[in-house]
């Protein structure tokens, strides 16, 4: 992998040093989140993987195609009482950073259409359609500004999402923990390949296998796959599991993000799981998958540039070796997102919490319609669903809130 390219907007002074982002590049990363299949917790997953980058240390800019308005409303804010919207850049033709709104967290931003009836979706697709090329330019100028954007595109493979793929470094794939979302991966992954085929004039995989040449790693690769509502209390969850890892094998992320109630409050409380509830198992999913995405992209990239140099598989002992150097900076950068996060509020005494061995679970076979209304109206009773209460825990020895 290489560098995200250069924009021509960086501010600096000349002899200010040049910016590195957490992802030791120039310039800021593209990534699309996109599925044909509506429901998977695509936006779910934009909203609270953007938060926890933005916990970690990363400027991100959060951008909804989505002509439901699912980031917007996912952050609480009314999409028609917002003062600017996406459509504005191709309507007036105005910059991505001028109508980009604050979050209310630090670090993150968003900008997401504003859509009021069907007319105005048709108009607004319509205008991605015909005027892309404005929305890449303008994606392309934000990279100086952000470490990370984020494109939540809708559940299709329509121009919103075509136009996004355009502007992206790579693209991301949820994949709900069910097989009608599994058999639509092949199918997704194919439609990718020929685009990029059409739009960047890079063989398709067809065309390599009858023997064409050429380097792909750097013309929209798939950055991951990663499994959605996933539960290993089910049978149909540990086959999709499987299977999936079967079929993409290192392609995969590691970390799952669990069928949970809290994940699903989000949209009523208006803000992201990893904000008001860090200690659910959501919320420490999304930050395990932020850790992975940045270490797997960071690593493989070192790896890379040694072995060009060199051509020694020997050499990966040392990126290895490099990475885990002595000292205070070395020990911090190797905590996780939200230890590290933590770690930067300046505690007092903080240390990383040991990771214990899990325990085996002795789950049963499949979950109960009975199981799951008694875990949600557990939640609905208790104090944690009261307005406010995602602020701070009372709870002094609580190291997550």
């Known amino acids: 992998m290489s560098d995200t390219r250069l924009t021509g907007m960086d501010s600096r002074d000349p002899g200010e040093s040049p910016r590195r982002t957490p992802w030791d590049t120039a310039d800021g990363r593209v990534l699309s989140l996109i599925s044909r299949k509506g429901g998977v917790g695509k936006t779910t997953s934009a909203v609270n993987l953007g938060a926890a980058l933005a916990l970690s240390g990363h400027r991100v800019l959060l951008i909804g195609t989505d002509p439901q308005c699912g980031v917007s409303r996912s952050l609480g804010a009314d999409p028609i009482s917002l ?21 209310g967290l630090d670090g993150l931003d968003f900008v997401a259409p504003r859509i009021a ?16 090329d404005h929305f890449v ?120 993000i669990p069928r949970t109630t809290r994940l699903s409050e989000m949209a009523l409380r208006g803000k992201p799981a990893v904000i008001y509830d860090r200690r659910s198992m959501g919320s420490r999913a999304y930050f395990d998958l932020a850790d992975e995405l940045v270490s797997r992209f960071r690593f493989q ?37 939200l230890e590290k996060f933590l770690a930067d509020l300046g505690a007092p005494g903080f240390q990383p919490a040991p990771v214990a061995d899990p325990e085996p679970a002795a789950a049963p076979e499949m979950v109960s319609l009975d199981e799951l209304l008694a875990e949600e109206e557990s939640y609905q009773g208790s104090e944690d669903w009261e307005e406010g209460a995602w602020i701070l825990d009372t709870d002094p020895g609580d190291r997550y809130n």
Do not use: W
Not at 308 to 333: I, K, Q, Y
């Open 83 to 103: 003062p600017s919207g996406l459509e504005q850049l191709f309507s007036d033709f105005k910059s991505l950073l001028d109508v980009a709104q604050p979050s």
């Open 117 to 132: 009836s069907l007319a105005d979706e048709e108009t607004y697709l319509e205008m991605l359609a015909t005027r892309g």
């Open 137 to 256: 330019r303008e994606v392309d100028k934000a990279r100086a500004k952000y470490d990370t954007i984020i494109i939540d595109c809708p559940p299709s493979l329509g121009p919103a999402t075509q136009t996004a793929l355009l502007a992206s470094d790579s693209y991301l794939v949820p994949v709900q923990a069910e097989e009608l979302c599994r058999e639509s991966l092949d199918p997704l992954l194919a439609f990718v390949d020929a685009f990029r085929s059409r739009t960047h004039g890079v063989p398709s995989m067809a065309d390599l296998a009858a023997g064409a040449e050429t380097d792909l790693r750097d013309v929209l690769p798939l950055e991951g796959l990663f499994l959605t509502m996933a539960s290993d209390r089910t049978r149909m969850g540990r086959h999709v599991a499987a299977r999936v890892c079967e079929d993409f094998g290192d392609s995969l992320f590691t970390a799952r």
């Open 301 to 337: 990239d070192d790896l890379e540039l040694d072995l060009d140099e060199e051509d020694d598989l020997s050499l990966e002992a040392e990126v290895t070796a490099e990475a885990m150097e002595c000292g205070p900076e070395a020990a911090r950068n190797s905590l996780g997102g």
